[in-house]
């Protein structure tokens, strides 16, 4: 009986991470990060390509004053929702447009153009979450 109640438990936390994991556009790509993170820095830095099976529904690199790859986990109606790797470590608004950012006292960075508006979010050095609204 034991066992069985042990089974039904751990059925239900994997449920719940699952559910919480779809739920957080913000985990996902904080999981995204420390799965993948490392090994698509060295492949870039190398000159190599993004590795496959990332789960990335899209990637792009954006160039500008500062470069970015921007990774889209997920999208929502007008919205979406991922990470970006910023070689520099600067924030940047979604798809590197020239948006300028406005910076609240935690470090959070909001951007608004023309009725679209988005934030970005420092995960860890080099790589930032986003939302961008439309």
């Not at 990774?71 to 948006?99: E, H, K, M, W």
């Not at 023309?114 to 050095?125: A, E, L, P």
């Amino acid at each position: 009986m034991k066992k069985k109640k042990r089974l039904i438990f751990l059925v239900l936390i994997v449920a719940a991470v699952a559910f919480l994991y779809s739920a957080s556009p913000r985990l996902q790509a904080q999981v995204f990060v420390t799965l993948h993170g490392s090994r698509i820095q060295q492949s870039l830095s190398s000159g190599g390509g993004i590795p496959a099976h990332t789960g990335a529904k899209a990637f792009n690199t954006w160039e500008g004053e500062h470069n970015m790859t921007e990774f889209i986990l997920d999208y929502r109606g007008s919205c979406y929702y991922g990470c970006y790797y910023s070689p520099d470590d600067v924030p940047l608004a979604f798809q590197n447009t020239r948006t300028s950012l406005t910076q609240d006292e935690a470090g959070n960075c909001t951007w608004e153009s023309f009725g679209n508006y988005g934030k970005t979010t420092r995960i860890k050095q080099g790589w930032y979450y986003f939302e961008a609204h439309f």
